[in-house]
């Protein structure tokens, strides 16, 4: 009978403990479950609160102006809207699920859970997708917002600048704050855009910003340089060309062709257009403008200083001109006389032809320089190309000018040979004769051979010298040289025998002062007595030294001066 209780006892605790275990197991499953159904909702929660919808709404108005962003939204919109098909299509499941979980299987509610968290997975995969192309666009807002606050500073800077610099831009400074209204009323605008997600306009606006912001940097540098050249260096550009075109009209001056005056007024009117230009801030060509037109004015005057210059050279030019045209009538006359009247004697070229041809060449000349000289006075047309003719005017005269001058000189070295000739013929005559005199009046008592040949020598060459002279035609070549080598004889020849004559006349002062002193000293009489030997053979320099150092033995400080003064 125990045995029987304590079987039924150990049977009914091992049901209990069977159900015991059933049901903890089943509790540990369902907590699991509940466990695992939570996450999902984690998960799904996380999905579902993207706020998509709001993105998709500010991409939407951001890619409003552009066609390509549109259709890349409008792609992705159709993609949201699926996958917010898909979303609650999750939430159903899980909701069938939580309602489920008493009443399934824990098999069953596991594969539900399982498939469940797959589609999940793929709706996450889809969100974040969206999600990141929706963010990019958030990007560019942010960027947009930088964009705007780093134009506001740059306002800031560019306004303080700008008003800093008043006095200095005064000209154009209602036109700088002109266009700092205009910034302000597009920071405004851009502002309204960003609000009603309007991005494109906003970006607009601020580039628009941006550019007028640099516009005025640029303007507020160029306008003290501009001002200075358009009030001040371009107008005494102006000033002093018109006084220059002035004074070349009253010089009389040809300048028409130049059209000064309707340049001027160009510039002129261009400047004026500028300064008002500058007034409204803006500078754009102005610079360019400014530089053409002072290029312009230099260039001008220097066209009106050439044309001054040639007006100048021309009159110079031609002035010359005339004075050689006098020159060549003067030359002409002179070489037409003496060819006429010497011809023959000098044996000159035949110069009928030519000097024909120069008389009329002279009274073109003439009239070519007449010519030249009106087109100057009535101002008819440019004095540069009036330069060019009395350029080749002077020329030609320059030509047949020194054509005329070779013939001249030719005359001139025929007529002053024979002139010359003439001349040194009687300066010879009058040389040799004072030579015979010499030599008979002092009646050296011996005079060398050499010297008498020499003598008959310059006697023949007097001779040859009129025999050359009285030749027709006269050889001027033959003449010249002739009297180039008798003068050199002739006049080498007296001066030897002005020495020969001079030191006999030295020695015989020497030997009557040397007279005295014969019976007082012996050696004194014998140096004389030699001295006088040595004179009569003609050994004039051996006399000439023995008779002084005989002197000098008495008197060695001042034999010479004792001999003169004894003279």
Same mark, same amino acid.
Do not use: W
């Given at each position: 009978?125990?045995?029987?209780?304590?079987?039924?006892?150990?049977?009914?605790?091992?049901?209990?403990?069977?159900?015991?275990?059933?049901? $903890?197991?089943?509790?540990?499953?369902?907590?699991?479950?509940?466990?695992?159904?939570?996450?999902?909702?984690?998960?799904?929660?996380?999905?579902?609160?993207?706020?998509?919808?709001?993105?998709?709404?500010? !991409?939407?108005?951001? /890619?409003?102006?552009?066609?390509?962003? !549109?259709?890349?939204?409008?792609?992705?919109?159709?993609?949201?809207?699926? $996958?917010?098909?898909?979303?609650?299509? *999750?939430?159903?499941?899980?909701?069938?699920?939580?309602?489920?979980?008493?009443?399934?299987?824990?098999?069953?509610?596991?594969?539900?859970?399982?498939?469940?968290?797959?589609?999940?997975?793929?709706?996450?995969? =889809?969100?974040?997708?969206?999600?990141?192309?929706?963010?990019?666009?958030?990007?560019?807002?942010?960027?947009?917002?930088?964009?705007?606050?780093?134009?506001?500073?740059?306002?800031?800077?560019?306004?303080?600048?700008?008003?800093?610099?008043?006095?200095?831009?005064?000209?154009?400074?209602?036109?700088?704050? /002109?266009?700092?209204?205009?910034?302000?009323?597009?920071f405004s605008s851009s502002e309204e855009m960003m609000y009603s997600s309007d991005y494109g !306009?906003?970006?607009?606006?601020?580039?628009?910003?941006?550019?007028?912001?640099?516009?005025?940097?640029?303007?507020?540098?160029?306008?003290? &340089?501009?001002?200075?050249? $358009?009030?001040?260096?371009?107008?005494?550009?102006?000033?002093?060309?018109?006084?220059?075109?002035?004074?070349?009209?009253?010089?009389?001056?040809?300048?028409?062709?130049?059209?000064?005056?309707? &340049?001027?007024?160009?510039?002129?009117?261009?400047?004026?257009?500028? #300064?008002?230009?500058?007034?409204?801030?803006?500078?754009?060509?102005?610079?360019?403008?400014?530089?053409? /037109?002072?290029?312009?004015?230099?260039?001008?005057?220097?066209?009106?200083?050439?044309?001054? &210059?040639?007006?100048?050279?021309?009159?110079?030019?031609?002035?010359?001109?005339?004075?050689?045209?006098?020159?060549?009538?003067?030359?002409?006359?002179?070489?037409?006389?003496?060819?006429?009247?010497?011809?023959?004697?000098?044996?000159?070229?035949?110069?009928? =032809?030519?000097?024909?041809?120069?008389?009329?060449?002279?009274?073109?000349?003439?009239?070519?320089?007449?010519?030249?000289?009106?087109?100057?006075?009535?101002?008819?047309?440019?004095?540069?190309?009036?330069?060019?003719e009395a350029q080749a005017l002077d020329t030609d005269i320059d030509a047949d000018l020194k $054509?005329?001058?070779?013939?001249?000189?030719?005359?001139? &070295?025929?007529?002053?040979?024979?002139?010359?000739?003439?001349?040194?013929?009687?300066?010879?005559?009058?040389?040799?004769?004072?030579?015979?005199?010499?030599?008979?009046?002092?009646?050296?008592?011996?005079?060398?051979?050499?010297?008498?040949?020499?003598?008959?020598?310059?006697?023949?060459?007097?001779?040859?010298?009129?025999?050359?002279?009285?030749?027709?035609?006269?050889?001027?070549?033959?003449?010249?040289?002739?009297?180039?080598?008798? #003068?050199?004889?002739?006049?080498?020849?007296?001066?030897?025998?002005?020495?020969?004559?001079?030191?006999?006349?030295?020695?015989?002062?020497? *030997?009557?002062?040397?007279?005295?002193?014969?019976?007082?000293?012996?050696? *004194?009489?014998?140096?004389?007595?030699? /001295?006088?030997?040595?004179?009569?053979?003609?050994?004039?320099?051996?006399?000439?030294?023995?008779?002084?150092?005989?002197?000098?033995?008495?008197?060695?400080?001042?034999?010479?001066?004792?001999?003169?003064?004894?003279?």
């Amino acid at each position: 009978m125990k045995t029987e209780y304590l079987l039924i006892s150990i049977a009914v605790l091992v049901t209990i403990t069977l159900i015991a275990i059933f049901v $903890t197991t089943r509790k540990t499953r369902k907590k699991n479950l509940r466990k695992q159904l939570d996450e999902l909702y984690v998960r799904f929660n996380s999905v579902k609160t993207v706020p998509l919808a709001f993105k998709l709404n500010k !991409a939407q108005a951001m /890619a409003r102006r552009n066609e390509e962003m !549109a259709a890349s939204v409008e792609n992705y919109y159709a993609k949201y809207e699926e $996958t917010e098909g898909h979303i609650n299509e *999750i939430q159903d499941r899980l909701g069938d699920i939580d309602d489920s979980m008493n009443t399934v299987s824990y098999k069953e509610a596991l594969q539900m859970l399982e498939d469940a968290s797959k589609q999940l997975a793929e709706c996450e995969k =889809e969100v974040a997708e969206i999600d990141g192309f929706l963010e990019e666009f958030s990007k560019k807002e942010n960027i947009q917002r930088e964009y705007s606050s780093k134009l506001k500073e740059k306002y800031r800077v560019v306004k303080t600048t700008i008003n800093k610099n008043a006095q200095l831009l005064s000209i154009a400074y209602d036109g700088f704050v /002109a266009k700092l209204q205009e910034c302000e009323e597009l920071f405004s605008s851009s502002e309204e855009m960003m609000y009603s997600s309007d991005y494109g !306009a906003a970006q607009d606006d601020l580039e628009k910003i941006e550019e007028l912001l640099e516009e005025i940097k640029t303007n507020a540098n160029a306008v003290p &340089k501009l001002v200075k050249d $358009t009030k001040g260096v371009l107008p005494l550009m102006l000033d002093e060309t018109k006084r220059e075109l002035a004074l070349t009209r009253q010089r009389g001056v040809y300048i028409e062709h130049l059209d000064i005056e309707n &340049k001027l007024n160009e510039i002129e009117t261009s400047l004026n257009a500028d #300064i008002k230009e500058l007034s409204s801030a803006n500078t754009e060509g102005i610079k360019t403008r400014v530089a053409a /037109a002072k290029d312009e004015l230099n260039e001008l005057n220097e066209r009106l200083a050439e044309e001054n &210059k040639a007006y100048k050279l021309t009159r110079e030019t031609n002035d010359r001109a005339l004075g050689h045209i006098n020159d060549m009538e003067k030359v002409e006359n002179y070489v037409r006389i003496a060819y006429d009247n010497d011809s023959a004697r000098f044996g000159l070229e035949n110069l009928n =032809e030519v000097l024909k041809k120069m008389r009329e060449n002279i009274e073109r000349y003439k009239e070519k320089y007449q010519n030249i000289n009106a087109d100057l006075s009535d101002c008819v047309k440019p004095a540069s190309e009036i330069l060019d003719e009395a350029q080749a005017l002077d020329t030609d005269i320059d030509a047949d000018l020194k $054509t005329l001058y070779s013939y001249k000189s030719t005359i001139d &070295k025929s007529t002053d040979g024979e002139t010359r000739a003439f001349t040194q013929l009687a300066k010879l005559q009058l040389v040799v004769s004072e030579v015979e005199t010499k030599l008979a009046e002092y009646a050296l008592p011996s005079i060398d051979e050499s010297y008498k040949n020499d003598l008959k020598r310059s006697r023949k060459y007097i001779a040859d010298i009129r025999e050359l002279i009285s030749q027709i035609p006269i050889d001027i070549a033959a003449l010249n040289s002739l009297l180039d080598e008798a #003068i050199d004889f002739i006049y080498k020849f007296y001066n030897n025998i002005n020495n020969v004559v001079g030191m006999g006349i030295m020695v015989e002062n020497a *030997i009557v002062f040397g007279n005295k002193y014969r019976s007082t000293y012996p050696e *004194i009489d014998r140096e004389l007595s030699k /001295a006088e030997f040595q004179y009569l053979n003609g050994e004039y320099t051996k006399a000439l030294k023995t008779a002084i150092s005989c002197m000098e033995t008495l008197f060695p400080e001042n034999a010479d001066e004792k001999i003169l003064e004894n003279a």
